[in-house]
């Protein structure tokens, strides 16, 4: 007997980067697919005005927007389950943000770890909307009364200022019209790159594309750093701070995993060994997703149709949320 879904709406979004890669994978879509299976409803959009606060040319924004709803697609995100829409096709967003910025302190949002390192990234593009990030981003949220919100770890500030924005709108207004969302982690918070070190991540060109081919994926693999310690084949290798053998955990078998965690220890399976055979085990793993990808490129129409359809049904819904938060504030 299927289980009885939970009541409510999960909420998410992300950013049109394009073609996503493994990290994006196992970070956040794989938790948007299982969660269309616990929740009635499931909202995910493709934050695109949310790009334009760290982009200077939008050239590559509706390719990439493509891209994103292909990959998303292909990994199981149903729309029959889910709205899947792009954020501009709800510009009733917009409104919402300007009416919580009312309620925002300038100080908190300056204060934000994550507005920090965005300076530290494009110290010539502080613009205004790089300011108000968190507040489009609960405007987002808000909008559809999400009570959980599936973010990673680096996200987390700006849900708990979600909270604190939502708090402050309530009070100042007396009402209950929005609701503080929840946090929902993934099982996996952070997923390292081929350079073992950072997280993975297009600009750092330590990523693995779901979408490239079985020969693409294996070269990437195959320049993943191992075990920093183990200069030779002959040395003993230490599989727990070593990347390859993490991702093993998540591709290989419970019988791969044991033997490379036994055999790397005394020196029975080299680096390269290990690394074809992760290479393998993630390209059988990906087929079923690539073959559903190619075969959704094959009508791009269809795949827009998608997102205009979800973006019809969100703003049915924004504008509900909307036109209780004016009655809220009393505007005519």
């Known amino acids: 007997m299927t289980p009885a879904k939970k009541k409510g709406r ?3 979004g992300a950013r049109p980067t394009g073609r996503q890669h493994l990290g994006n994978y196992l970070g956040a879509i794989k938790n ?7 929740y009635e409803d499931t909202i995910y959009c493709i934050v695109d005005i949310h790009a334009l606060t760290t982009v200077e040319t939008t050239k590559e924004i509706r390719q990439n927007t493509y891209e994103m709803a292909l990959d998303w697609l292909a990994a199981g995100m149903r729309p029959e389950d889910s709205m899947i829409f792009v954020q501009s096709h709800v510009p009733e967003v917009l409104e919402l943000h300007t009416f919580l910025s009312m309620v925002t302190p300038l100080g908190k ?38 009570i ?21 709108f309530n009070y100042r207004y007396k009402t209950d019209v929005l609701i503080e969302p929840q946090m929902k982690g993934t099982k996996i918070p952070k997923v390292l790159g081929i350079d073992g070190e950072n997280k993975m991540s297009k600009s ?11 020969d693409e994926t294996t070269k990437r693999v195959m ?3 191992t075990d920093p310690q183990r200069a030779r084949r002959a040395d003993p290798g230490n599989p727990d701070v070593c990347n390859v ?8 078998s419970d019988e791969e995993v044991e033997m490379i965690n036994t055999e790397c220890r005394r020196a029975g399976i080299g680096c390269v060994d290990c690394k074809k055979i992760f290479a393998k085990n993630l390209n059988d793993d990906l087929a079923p997703f690539r073959e559903r990808r190619a075969k959704l490129d094959e009508e791009p129409a269809e795949v827009w149709d998608v997102l205009i359809d979800g973006g019809k049904r969100a703003r049915e819904v924004a504008k509900q949320t ?6 809220a504030i009393g505007l005519p």
Do not use: C, W
């Open 109 to 146: 949002l300056t204060d934000l770890p994550t507005f920090k390192e965005k300076i530290r990234h494009q110290p010539h593009n502080i613009n205004y909307g790089l300011v108000g990030y968190p507040v489009l981003m609960a405007a987002d949220i808000t909008l559809y009364k999400a």
């Open 10 to 12: 999960v909420f998410s």
């Open 204 to 214: 750092l060109n330590n990523h693995i594309e779901l979408a490239s081919s079985p």
């Open 148 to 168: 959980v919100v599936p973010v990673g770890i680096d996200q987390a500030p700006h849900l708990e200022f979600t909270r604190e924005i939502v708090r402050s």
């Open 32 to 38: 948007y697919v299982a969660l269309q299976d616990e």
């Open 223 to 225: 320049q993943m750093v």
């Open 322 to 327: 909307l036109s209780e938060v004016k009655d």
């Open 245 to 252: 053998f993490t991702m093993h955990k998540i591709f290989s």
